[in-house]
């Protein structure tokens, strides 16, 4: 990689970077709101809010969902649609795109999935409680960054890499799980619908149909039959995420080639701001460089920074602002020593630090992966205990886990507490580990 490219790609990071440490702050404020109105006099319109009935009607089709489930089920999946895309993205030319580069962050992130579900299972071994044995395996990766954000320039490249790849890796894994074990039943039907329309959008792109009208059709056909197969509806935007390219349409030669074809044939042409509109040669000379430049773009990296601001500012913080509202009965400290919200606190804030350390430390001492440059194994504790602050992700699993409120409630309560500790416990490991 060229010192410019090296340069570009840093840029693109910091950006990335900044826009989920300003996201953290904003999902605290609504996390808070939601805290505050949900234990207000008020509380009972903050749930009603969440139960209005809000749909459309298509001929003699109605399909009428809350607006919590509006939130969870459709603004989700483009949640997950962009997570699809950073996947994809970091494994098909990023930090996950080499075994070599992936070794660490992936051993990481699976030693920081087994770890705190074991955790949570050994105290709810049975019962309904046991379904919630995935809900600590997540790392929020805007609170996470959020955080490390916070030590600003003393923080090495490689620690930043690394905790992203981790989160990235343990999103896939999230993905899974949510696929594979919180599926209460399989429409077939709607799943070969799916699959079909899937289809449409790879002959689609195959033809080079650019229509997007027809693609968003296309994809709202895929989230109406993943949501009716009893998947959950957000995993087609993790399926819609992986048809997307992450690299150029066309060869660079060519298109340098082509470039430098049409520029030299409009230089000759004796080119005005006026001369185009009856020379119908140099018009299409000009679209034709528009059309070469829109084929070096690859649609994957388009789509994820055209929506992750949508998602960082709109649909995440909706999201917070609508699933964190909780009504503590009683006080905070019975509630967090429930088998549920103890699973689930201890697994945040100790299985994930022990798995992710000791998974890293593994994968180290196997010779199959090697520390990120500028980074000892106090810094690498130091993101691991970053990696139990939970939230976005725990917070949407513990939604599907769980059919008592109860157990919900107790769930959400661990998950707001663990984040909480890990974050500051974190914060205290690297202040120290960075100051030295």
Same mark, same amino acid.
């Given at each position: 990689?060229?010192?410019?490219?090296?340069?570009?790609?840093?840029?693109?990071?910091?950006?990335?970077?900044?826009?989920?440490?300003?996201? #953290?702050?904003?999902?605290?404020?609504?996390?808070?709101?939601?805290?505050?109105?949900?234990?207000?006099?008020?509380?009972?319109?903050?749930?009603?809010?969440?139960?209005?009935?809000? /749909?459309?009607?298509?001929?003699?089709?109605?399909?009428?969902?809350?607006?919590?489930?509006?939130?969870?089920?459709?603004?989700?999946?483009?949640?997950?649609?962009?997570?699809?895309?950073?996947?994809?993205?970091?494994?098909?030319?990023?930090?996950? #795109?080499?075994?070599?580069?992936?070794?660490?962050? &992936?051993?990481?992130?699976?030693?920081?999935?087994?770890?705190?579900?074991?955790?949570?299972?050994?105290?709810?071994?049975?019962?309904?409680?046991?379904?919630?044995?995935? &809900?600590?395996?997540?790392?929020?990766?805007?609170? *996470?960054?959020?955080?490390?954000?916070?030590? /600003?320039?003393?923080?090495?490249?490689?620690?930043? &890499?690394?905790?992203?790849?981790?989160?990235?890796? +343990?999103?896939?894994?999230?993905?899974?799980?949510?696929?594979?074990?919180?599926?209460?039943?399989?429409?077939?039907?709607?799943?070969?619908?799916?699959? @079909?329309?899937?289809?449409?959008?790879?002959?689609?792109?195959?033809?080079?149909?650019?229509?997007?009208?027809?693609?968003?059709?296309?994809?709202?056909?895929?989230?109406? +039959? !993943?949501?009716?197969?009893?998947?959950?509806?957000? &995993?087609?935007?993790?399926?819609?995420?992986?048809?997307?390219? !992450?690299?150029?349409?066309?060869?660079?030669?060519?298109?340098?080639?082509?470039?430098?074809?049409?520029?030299?044939?409009?230089?000759?042409?004796?080119?005005?701001? +006026?001369?185009?509109?009856?020379?119908?040669?140099?018009?299409?000379?000009?679209?034709?460089?528009?059309?070469?430049?829109?084929?070096?773009?690859?649609?994957?990296?388009?789509?994820?920074?055209?929506?992750?601001?949508?998602? !960082?500012?709109?649909?995440?913080?909706?999201?917070?602002?609508?699933?964190?509202?909780?009504?503590?009965? /009683?006080?905070?400290?019975?509630?967090?020593?429930?088998?549920?919200?103890?699973?689930?606190?201890?697994?945040?804030?100790?299985?994930?630090?022990?798995?992710?350390?000791?998974?890293?430390?593994?994968?180290?001492?196997?010779?199959?992966?090697?520390?990120?440059?500028?980074?000892?194994?106090?810094?690498?504790?130091?993101?691991?205990?970053?990696?139990?602050?939970?939230?976005?992700?725990?917070?949407?699993? @513990?939604?599907?886990?769980?059919?008592?409120? *109860?157990?919900?409630?107790?769930?959400?309560? /661990?998950?707001?507490?663990?984040?909480?500790?890990?974050?500051?416990?974190? @914060?205290? !490991?690297?202040?120290?580990?960075?100051?030295?």
């Amino acid at each position: 990689m060229s010192v410019a490219q090296s340069s570009g790609t840093r840029g693109v990071f910091a950006r990335f970077v900044h826009s989920e440490a300003t996201a #953290s702050i904003i999902l605290l404020a609504c996390t808070i709101a939601a805290l505050a109105w949900a234990n207000s006099p008020w509380a009972e319109s903050y749930f009603r809010l969440g139960h209005i009935e809000l /749909g459309f009607k298509i001929g003699h089709t109605e399909r009428t969902l809350s607006l919590h489930d509006w939130i969870n089920d459709f603004l989700m999946a483009i949640f997950f649609f962009v997570v699809g895309l950073e996947i994809k993205r970091e494994m098909v030319v990023g930090a996950l #795109s080499t075994f070599k580069t992936a070794a660490l962050p &992936v051993a990481a992130a699976l030693g920081g999935m087994i770890a705190p579900a074991v955790i949570y299972f050994t105290l709810n071994p049975r019962g309904e409680a046991s379904h919630g044995w995935g &809900v600590p395996m997540a790392t929020d990766i805007a609170f *996470a960054l959020g955080v490390l954000a916070l030590f /600003g320039k003393r923080v090495p490249i490689g620690l930043k &890499v690394f905790l992203t790849a981790l989160a990235i890796a +343990d999103d896939l894994g999230a993905v899974l799980v949510i696929a594979l074990f919180y599926t209460s039943h399989l429409d077939f039907t709607e799943l070969i619908a799916a699959g @079909s329309f899937l289809f449409l959008i790879v002959l689609a792109s195959r033809f080079g149909i650019r229509s997007p009208a027809l693609y968003i059709i296309l994809a709202l056909g895929v989230w109406v +039959d !993943v949501f009716a197969s009893g998947i959950h509806a957000t &995993v087609a935007g993790v399926l819609l995420a992986m048809l997307m390219p !992450v690299r150029a349409g066309r060869d660079p030669e060519h298109f340098f080639r082509e470039v430098k074809d049409r520029f030299e044939a409009l230089r000759a042409s004796q080119l005005t701001r +006026d001369s185009m509109i009856h020379d119908r040669t140099q018009l299409d000379a000009i679209s034709n460089l528009r059309r070469a430049a829109q084929e070096m773009q690859p649609p994957g990296l388009i789509f994820e920074e055209l929506l992750h601001p949508f998602v !960082v500012f709109f649909i995440l913080p909706l999201f917070a602002f609508f699933n964190a509202g909780v009504r503590i009965d /009683g006080s905070i400290a019975n509630t967090l020593l429930q088998p549920v919200s103890l699973g689930v606190g201890i697994g945040l804030v100790f299985g994930k630090q022990i798995g992710i350390t000791l998974f890293s430390w593994l994968a180290v001492k196997s010779g199959k992966a090697a520390l990120p440059a500028g980074v000892g194994w106090g810094e690498l504790y130091g993101a691991a205990c970053l990696g139990g602050i939970g939230f976005t992700m725990s917070l949407f699993i @513990s939604e599907l886990a769980f059919e008592t409120g *109860a157990f919900v409630a107790e769930a959400k309560i /661990g998950i707001l507490a663990a984040s909480l500790l890990a974050a500051i416990w974190g @914060s205290i !490991v690297l202040f120290v580990r960075l100051r030295r």
